[in-house]
């Protein structure tokens, strides 16, 4: 891609701007901010590039295409650039499908577009009717609406549009946001303040934040939705909800995102009147054949259900003897004349306990591999447990060939700091796609099972646990929003590094000084590993507090075991971790040889996982010298210290950004260095209580006690 050449900048320049033209930034605009170019080296190559707009064709996505153009040209540009529709010119900007526009129909550009599918797009300097023009095209409006937005972004990143070749088509084909937000507006897991859906007042009322969520959501190639929390409500299904969940379908169609729903499996019964929900029950199939009728009947275009099923409480088909397979497929029956799809959630949490809480999933779902409908995904969380700050990739990946799986990934922060640490997820996402199932040799990466390349999958899809609410930075900490921001650039581009990811998106949030950008990017992508280490070092997992999961609760131990601490730790005098081989749960035989093989022997484990697959002794010997217990206090000591490295660095760049952005990174960065030195303080005081060995000397002895950490109390952390 020849236009990815960057234009170098003149820091100098940047610390006079960054003082007068970004006061008031509260941080509303996203990655979105279109502020006018000031170097004018880069605006002379845009202006002359970019004479006038011609966006050929007709439709509510063009309209959406337009406006966003003309916003983002002449904020950037400091002047409107003309709209035009007859005369091409040098320099025109030239907009349309083959089909709208017969100068596009006239290009070379039909080979290309066969591959572009409905959403990829093209961007390419040609010569129209002779004259220099820069071409954005696509088979559908809405690849010329990702292709606009793909181009905002050369231009907010300072690349050269001189002479553009880009043919971009997406990954995967559902990439959704699942909100789990309430109907009473709160939001399960939730930092960011309420949830968006102002039920209350929709449909009459609609706020202007949903079309910025659309907007926000499209630049990404984000295209769905689902509205409402996987723990759900059957009156969302009931006509007034429906009602007020078309007014939100309305205000998203043209910018291509679709709505989805959660479906309480017990509807039939709790808003359906009838007496059972069993799937195989002629009036239960009716009843959500008729639903799944009456909701298209309002949106033509409805994506589909969401499902958790027997999972923590919720009801699902098991209640009634029946597997996951035919719960699902039921659904999908009633979906499947409308194209609409169901992603029935793999992450069960039976109501007995078992013996090893990670192999649950495989257990269930395994066995009913190829037994799904065609328009049915099981959604997979990336690794067994829960969204800890590290787990080894799922072992379900690459063991249902059969079966769409789907990717889920939290987005929201609760495991890695809640609203107040700044962690940058990419990484963790990478992780875990560029693990090696060896499901069919080497090279079966899960990156391959999600893109649908490996078994050969006609859908495909992921899916991120959103962290939006109704703050008005969206997601409450500054750089929470590079985690959504980076979920849809992944689900678009699953080849994109978590490097080209933070820098896009510095670039855009901020600045494109490169005084900031090259130490905040370092910050960022360090940044997941350094809270792995003063929260879950060494492939420890599942050690927070009870209930809100902020701080840590290595000692929880009340109450049904695989809800506690001590059961995923399993420290005692002679040592700390969950063996996972043969001699323990065994649940390495989920995966394929390859991978077990590496795992089993605590050798050849990769040190970031060895407690999550071992017991060890606390004087095993690391490979750095040091034993078990005094590398977990390093683990510890480093994962703070680095922390405040973090602070240092982010205090060295005032000046360079908008003070109020600024200042509440800063003040972020002071929470989160309390907080990780309250994580590391307390879990290594608490395993000293197993290992009776001292704190290695080098490192500084924690201020408090073991008990005064115990007694700390939150009942009033949010997102619950
Ligand atoms: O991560 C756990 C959360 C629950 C959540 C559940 C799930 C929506 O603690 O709050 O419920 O997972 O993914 O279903």
Not at 47 to 58: C, D, N, R, W, Y
Not at 78 to 106: F, H, K, M, N, Y
Not at 249 to 270: C, D, H, M, N
Not at 420 to 431: I, N, Q, R, S
Request: charge should be negative; aromatic fraction near 10%; glycine fraction near 8%.
């Amino acid at each position: 891609m020849k236009s990815s050449t960057r234009y170098r900048i003149i820091p100098a320049l940047f610390a006079l701007l960054a003082c007068h033209s970004l006061s008031g930034e509260n941080g509303y605009r996203l990655w979105l901010r279109y502020d006018t170019i000031h170097d004018t080296v880069v605006l002379q190559a845009y202006h002359s590039a970019l004479k006038q707009i011609m966006v050929e064709g007709h439709s509510g996505t063009l309209n959406a295409v337009i406006e966003e153009l003309q916003n983002g040209l002449s904020g950037m540009l400091g002047q409107e650039i003309p709209l035009v529709s007859e005369t091409i010119t040098e320099g025109t900007l030239l907009i349309g499908t083959p089909a709208s526009s017969d100068r596009i129909a006239a290009l070379p550009v039909k080979d290309l577009l066969r591959r572009t599918g409905n959403d990829g797009f093209i961007i390419k300097t040609c010569l129209v009717s002779g004259k220099k023009c820069i071409v954005i095209t696509a088979n559908e409006d809405l690849g010329l609406m990702y292709g606009t937005f793909h181009f905002l972004r050369f231009l907010q990143t300072r690349q050269q549009i001189a002479d553009i070749d880009v043919v971009s088509v997406p990954s995967v084909q559902f990439r959704l946001l699942n909100h789990w937000d309430n109907l009473n507006r709160t939001v399960e897991r939730g930092y960011a303040g309420c949830s968006l859906w102002d039920w209350l007042l929709l449909p009459d009322t609609v706020s202007p934040r949903y079309k910025d969520y659309a907007r926000a959501n499209a630049s990404i190639g984000i295209n769905g939705a689902v509205l409402t929390n996987v723990n759900a409500d059957a009156l969302v299904l009931t006509p007034q909800y429906l009602e007020k969940t078309a007014a939100l379908a309305e205000v998203f169609r043209p910018y291509g995102i679709k709505v989805y729903l959660t479906a309480r499996f017990s509807a039939p019964v709790e808003v359906g009147g009838l007496s059972t929900a069993d799937p195989l029950d002629p009036q239960v199939i009716d009843w959500w054949q008729k639903k799944a009728d009456e909701i298209y009947r309002q949106i033509p275009d409805f994506g589909g259900f969401l499902v958790k099923a027997n999972s923590e409480g919720q009801p699902g088909p098991q209640n009634y003897g029946r597997t996951h397979a035919e719960g699902a497929n039921m659904l999908a029956r009633a979906l499947a004349p409308h194209g609409g799809i169901v992603m029935w959630r793999a992450f069960v949490y039976d109501s007995n306990v078992p013996e090893d809480r990670a192999k649950q999933a495989y257990d269930e779902f395994k066995p009913l591999d190829g037994k799904f409908s065609s328009n049915v995904f099981i959604q997979v969380k990336n690794g067994p447990i829960d969204f800890q700050p590290r787990e080894p990739f799922h072992p379900l990946f690459g063991s249902m060939p059969g079966t769409p799986l789907m990717m889920e990934f939290q987005l929201t922060q609760e495991y890695l700091g809640q609203g107040t640490h700044l962690v940058y997820l990419a990484p963790l996402f990478k992780e875990c796609l560029q693990s090696d199932t060896y499901a069919k040799g080497k090279g079966s990466e899960v990156a391959r099972i999600i893109d649908g390349t490996l078994e050969n999958h006609t859908i495909t899809g992921m899916a991120g646990v959103s962290n939006i609410g109704t703050d008005s930075d969206w997601c409450g900490h500054p750089f929470a929003q590079s985690n959504w921001y980076a979920f849809g650039r992944l689900s678009w581009d699953l080849s994109l590094t978590a490097d080209t990811i933070a820098e896009e998106w510095l670039r855009m949030t901020f600045t494109n000084n490169e005084t900031f950008v090259i130490p905040v990017k370092q910050m960022m992508m360090g940044s997941r590993e350094y809270a792995v280490n003063y929260m879950t070092p060494l492939g420890l997992h599942h050690i927070m507090a009870r209930d809100h999961h902020h701080g840590p609760g290595p000692w929880v131990s009340e109450g049904r075991p695989d809800w506690t601490s001590v059961y995923y730790h399993r420290a005692d005098t002679a040592g700390v971790g969950f063996d996972r081989t043969a001699s323990g749960s065994d649940a390495l035989s989920q995966y394929f040889p390859e991978v077990k093989q590496q795992y089993e022997n605590p050798d050849s484990c990769p040190e970031t996982l060895l407690l999550w697959f071992h017991h060890l002794p606390w004087d095993y010997r690391m490979t750095t010298g040091r034993t078990l217990w005094e590398e977990l206090c390093h683990r510890y000591y480093e994962g703070a210290d680095s922390v405040k490295k973090m602070q240092q660095t982010w205090k060295s760049l005032e000046g360079l950004i908008d003070k109020e952005r600024f200042e509440q990174v800063n003040a972020m960065l002071s929470i989160q260095l309390k907080e990780a030195g309250w994580w590391r303080d307390a879990c290594v005081l608490y395993f000293q209580s197993f290992s009776h060995r001292p704190i290695p000397e080098e490192l500084e002895k924690p201020a408090r006690s073991l008990e005064y950490y115990r007694n700390i109390k939150e009942p009033t952390i949010p997102g619950i």
